[in-house]
């Protein structure tokens, strides 16, 4: 699709126009809003690499759909500033921005077809000629061409989300913000929405997906974002985000009296027995001493294992026990 370094983009007046490539497709600098009675942002310096699938997670209240809409220019900043697709004026950047935020007004009375058109004709960079094409492209990719015909109000919920969905998907898009896209949606409707998702990224968009519920997208995600209370708390890719996380050494033996005591002399802390094992959590200590320490004072080691928390006990250590993280 691109060459490495430059990307063209799609024709608008004056023509295409060849820019450098940015790394990150969404870069944010101290981005900040306060309202009245509360920071709800708080300084946020979020990086989201392009051709990922960026999970933004994180409670409810935390600032997520706040910091989606100081993206898409729909509230400004109270500090701070961001980048979108490397433009340091995001707003050139919108064209190329596909965004699903407290979903699109729909008319009752028209079909899911009708809807898309209408929006559609109101994208000034649409081409009328080739809107049925659009229109029915978005309604395929999303599923819903069966019940395209169907007026909107007769949608069920999640028909209703998906219609949401296909909008941003009218044209092409380099990044696709996307607000609680599963909200509303059955399990069966959550797993579609993944993999909707999934296949998007396939075609090489950035996906920018935020979330309430861990369960609901980590299987989909490259990297990911946790906010709390209007700080983000840690973004990295998954595996660099479980690193961060305090690793426990686990140690298999007949003795775990005693190998509870050398864990603690060598200052590993959280000491733990079970029936036949004892667990420490590792901290500073350099883990290649534990089991050299085991065997000098005679303690018999049938198994020695370092755990990583997962993804689910790393958010709740993150953002407290509040974080809902199955649903
Ligand atoms: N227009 C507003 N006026 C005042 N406070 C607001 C406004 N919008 C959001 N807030 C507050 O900012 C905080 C963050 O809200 P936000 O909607 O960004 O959270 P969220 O992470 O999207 O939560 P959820 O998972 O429930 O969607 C909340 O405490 C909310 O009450
Ligand atoms: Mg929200």
Do not use: W
Not at 113 to 141: E, I
Not at 174 to 180: F, K, M, P, T
């Amino acid at each position: 699709m691109t060459d490495g370094t430059t990307v063209t983009e799609p024709a608008r007046e004056g023509g295409p126009v060849r820019v450098p490539e940015a790394e990150l497709a969404v870069r944010t600098r101290g981005l900040t809003k306060r309202f009245k009675h509360q920071i709800a942002v708080n300084g946020i310096d979020l990086q989201v690499p392009v051709g990922s699938v960026f999970g933004f997670l994180g409670p409810n209240g935390s600032g997520k759909t706040t910091t989606i809409r100081m993206l898409l220019g729909l509230i400004q900043p109270t500090a701070g500033s961001h980048e979108l697709l490397g433009r340091p004026v995001p707003e050139h950047a919108l064209p190329l921005v596909g965004s699903l935020v407290e979903g699109p007004a729909f008319h009752p009375y028209l079909s899911g077809r009708a809807n898309l058109a209408r929006l559609d004709a109101a994208d000034r960079y649409s081409d009328p000629a080739t809107m049925r094409t659009r229109v029915d492209a978005a309604l395929d990719r999303v599923g819903l061409l069966p019940a395209a015909g169907k007026r909107y109000r007769a949608y069920s919920l999640g028909m209703r989300q998906r219609l949401a969905i296909a909008a941003p998907l009218l044209m092409p898009r380099r990044l696709l913000i996307l607000d609680e896209p599963t909200n509303g949606l059955d399990p069966q409707g959550t797993r579609e929405v993944r993999h909707l998702i999934a296949s998007l990224s396939d075609t090489g968009a950035t996906v920018l997906v935020s979330s309430h519920l861990l369960s609901e997208v980590e299987q989909i995600c490259t990297h990911v974002g946790v906010m709390n209370a209007g700080t983000l708390v840690t973004q990295g890719t998954v595996a660099e985000v479980r690193v961060g996380g305090t690793q426990r050494a686990r140690v298999q033996t007949p003795d775990p009296a005693g190998a509870a005591r050398v864990l603690t002399e060598l200052g590993l802390t959280e000491v733990q027995q079970q029936d036949a094992a004892a667990l420490g959590t590792v901290g500073d200590v350099a883990v290649e001493k534990v089991v050299p320490a085991l065997v000098h004072a005679a303690i018999p080691v049938l198994g020695f294992t370092i755990e990583r928390p997962s993804l689910e006990d790393l958010f709740v250590a993150l953002t407290g026990e509040g974080f809902d993280v199955n649903g």
